[in-house]
């Protein structure tokens, strides 16, 4: 199943809240009020909790399937080490490098205010390499 296909399914299920999934169970534990005053008939009952009992197992399934789709896209952003080149870390470190030298025309230095400008531009090269390398 693709990226593509896992987010399409997890669009449609998410329109379903627990709230929602408790709301069918608690229907599902309850008597009808209308059987108990006698306005519908046994069998009516009877395809009403039927209804109710598939479109449960169908919320829970759903959610079950949302689960599943969100803890393997989980374990493919984790597992990012299989995909990223060897050398990842050392191209950071030469982007950050020509990113300092470029804006400020000077080496980067050992001064605070230019270790957090490296670890602000090491970040945001991070996150430009890893969304061009698609994660």
């Known amino acids: ?33 209308d059987l108990i005053s006698n306005e519908i008939t046994l069998q009516e009952a009877i395809e009403q909790i039927k209804t109710l009992t598939v479109n449960c197992n169908l919320l829970l399934w759903s959610n079950a399937v949302k689960e599943q789709i969100i803890k393997e896209q989980e374990e493919e952003i984790t597992d990012l080490s299989s995909v990223l080149p060897k050398d990842f870390e050392s191209y950071i470190e030469n982007e950050v490098k020509q990113s300092l030298k470029n804006e400020l025309g000077i080496k980067p230095s050992k001064d605070k205010k230019m270790k957090k400008k490296k670890e602000t531009l090491t970040k945001k090269i991070r996150k430009k390499a890893m969304y061009y390398l698609g994660f």
């Open 1 to 33: 199943m693709t990226v593509d296909e896992q987010n399409k399914i997890l669009n449609e299920l998410n329109t379903y809240t627990t709230d929602e999934l408790e709301e069918v169970k608690n229907k599902l534990e309850v008597v009808p009020n």
